[in-house]
């Protein structure tokens, strides 16, 4: 297992390396001149060149992506260029947010969805056909158009729950997990079909072998040729999707937040758009990258510990 994380983790650093120089060619192309929006539209043009030089602005692009590169792998991500604070404490004060809401809805998709899936392999019939309806629907219905409707229903009419606003986990933990109930469950709803239809199929596939057959002639019992042997020959693909799952949620987050007015990077990420806040977005595509390659790297641990043959691969 250790041979196949540290595998794992040389074959990341390359694509971190690529997300990051990526995005900072395309943050450097985008009109606007960061010295300008600085010092505002009254600043001479030999106050905005003094800026730029100072800010090394004025050095060609490999120049400026190995000097921020240099001060990223050691956690400087630098400063805003609006509000002038550290990028890499203004995007952990919002963090907690947005990890609350991608691992709480990757769960809740992975419950609700081998629930479904399993459900629906073992009885067959009208199951089948009601996860096959569900997925279409999971896939088409947006997570933020969803989250309007449940707002609307849950918050306004009823009174249930709060409309927006988000409570720390460490300030109110019952206010953490009111404020949370609408935002995950409009995440986890379009991820638990997919995960369900997949579930269902592979499992379906599994329980069809010859094995299975075996298993049941000598009287092992259901629930343990189930879960102890379809289900975890069925895993790799489920686990499959769950990553691809959690790696969707990620966008999701972003309207997610702004629907219900949450503090999460995605927050951070639009206000930083709309004010051409270059440095604070490209803090933020590292923050993204690092969650997509820790999510990468869980997923395959998890086959690993499934598939005894992913280790020696």
Same mark, same amino acid.
């Given at each position: 297992?250790?041979?196949? /994380?540290?595998? #794992? ?12 120089? /990526?995005?900072? *060619?395309?943050?450097?192309? *985008? ?94 019939? !009208? ?12 896939? !088409? ?45 409009? /995440?986890?709803?379009?991820? @638990? ?21 075996? /298993? ?15 289900? #975890? ?51 933020? *595509? ?7 390659? @820790? ?19």
């Amino acid at each position: 297992m250790l041979k196949l /994380l540290g595998n #794992r983790l040389l074959w990341s650093l390359p694509v971190v390396f690529v997300a990051t120089a /990526l995005s900072f *060619v395309l943050t450097s192309v *985008v009109p606007g001149d960061a010295a300008q929006m600085m010092l505002g539209p009254q600043a001479t043009s030999d106050q905005i060149v003094a800026l730029r030089e100072s800010l090394g602005l004025d050095k060609p692009m490999f120049e400026q992506y190995g000097s921020w590169l240099a001060y990223a792998v050691r956690g400087d991500l630098g400063t805003s260029t609006l509000s002038g604070e550290g990028i890499t404490s203004q995007l952990n004060e919002h963090l907690e947010v947005t990890f609350s809401l991608l691992i709480l809805g990757t769960l809740a998709s992975a419950v609700l969805g081998l629930a479904l899936g399993i459900t629906s392999a073992v009885r067959g019939g !009208a199951t089948r056909s009601i996860v096959d309806v569900l997925s279409v629907g999971g896939m !088409a219905i947006p997570n933020f158009w969803l989250a309007v409707v449940l707002t609307s229903f849950f918050s306004v009419t009823l009174r249930l729950l709060p409309v927006a606003g988000y409570v720390s986990f460490a300030d109110s933990p019952g206010q953490w997990a009111q404020s949370l109930v609408l935002p995950v469950t409009s /995440l986890a709803i379009g991820g @638990a079909t997919i995960i369900a239809k997949q579930t269902r199929d592979s499992l379906g596939q599994v329980l069809s072998q010859d094995f299975i057959k075996t /298993l049941r002639a000598n009287g092992l019992a259901h629930r343990s040729i189930l879960f102890r042997h379809a289900l #975890r020959n069925a895993g790799v693909p489920i686990m499959s999707v769950i990553g691809v799952v959690f790696v969707g949620l990620i966008g999701g987050t972003i309207f997610v937040e702004q629907v219900f007015a949450m503090p999460g990077l995605g927050s951070i990420v639009q206000q930083a758009t709309a004010s051409r806040d270059l440095p604070v977005i490209q803090g933020a *595509v590292v923050y993204f990258t690092l969650l997509v390659v @820790a999510a990468n790297l869980l997923v395959d641990l998890c086959y690993g510990a499934i598939d005894p043959r992913v280790r020696v691969r």
